[in-house]
C-alpha cells in the first residue's frame, strides 16, 4: 500500500476552505460510517487514506476488504498526517477524497420534494438531508445562499444521506419553483403561525415542502409563491421549533400517514 505523499497530505489540507473544494470539484469524507455508505453509492471515489498505525476495529477490517473489491486506490498516512488532515477531533483513521456531484438532478417526475430556503447552519443542514433521506423523500433543493451541502459539517451530519438522496443544490429557489408549479406541483410553506394546523392537512399530489431560514423562516420573494401554509401546533411559549425538527415533523406527516399524503 503506498504512503501519502507531502504533495497529497498538503493537496487534501486544502479541501477544508470551500473555495478550493469548489476550485477542484472535491471534498473530503471521513470516518467508518460515511465511507460504508460512500462505497455503496454512485459518488466517484478517487482514492482512501487511512491511518497505518491507527486501529483496524472488524468494522474497518469489512470495509477495507470492499474497497479492495472495487479495486479503489487506499494511501497510508501516518499518524501525524492523518491527524492533521482530518476534519474531526477524534478520527477513525480512514479517510476519502470523493468528486462533487455535478449534474443537477430532475425532480420533475418526484412526488415529494423538500426544498430548503436560507438554510445557514451546517448541522442543520446535514441532519435535515438524513432526515429526508430516512422518510423516503424524492429530492432536496437547497437555495442559492443555504450552506454548502460539501460542508464537513454537514457532510458528517447526514450520516451518509448525502449519498443516497438526489440534490439539487446552490440554486436560484425562485425560479425552481416557477418551474415546478409548471409541473402542478402545490408548494407548501412551512410557518410557525399562520395556516392549516398540520393535523388536518392533506397534501394534494405532488408537493415542494419548503423549510426556511433557522431565525427568518422563508424569504419574502419565496412566500409569494406559496400555495398553502402549514404549521405545527405546539403549546410552548418558544416562538419556533428548530429547522430540522420542523422537518421531521413535518415529513412524518406526510409520508407516512396515508391517509394525508392524497393515496386514499
Known sequence: MPSLSQNQFKFIRSLHLQK???REKLFLVEGVRLCEELV???????????????EHTDRLTSLLAAIEKRRLEVFEATDQQFTALADTRQPQGIAAIVSVKLAAPDLTAARLILGLDSIRDPGNLGTILRTAEWFGSDGVITSEDSVEIYNPKTVRSTMGALFHIPIRDNVNLARELELLKEKNFTIVGASSEAGIPLPGYKAPGKIVLLIGNEAQGLRPEIENLLDTRINIPGRGKSESLNAAIAAGILLYHLTQLEKNYGKS
Open 20 to 22: 478550493n473544494r469548489e
Open 40 to 54: 455503496r453509492s454512485d459518488f466517484t471515489i478517487h482514492y482512501f487514506i487511512i491511518n497505518k498505525s491507527g
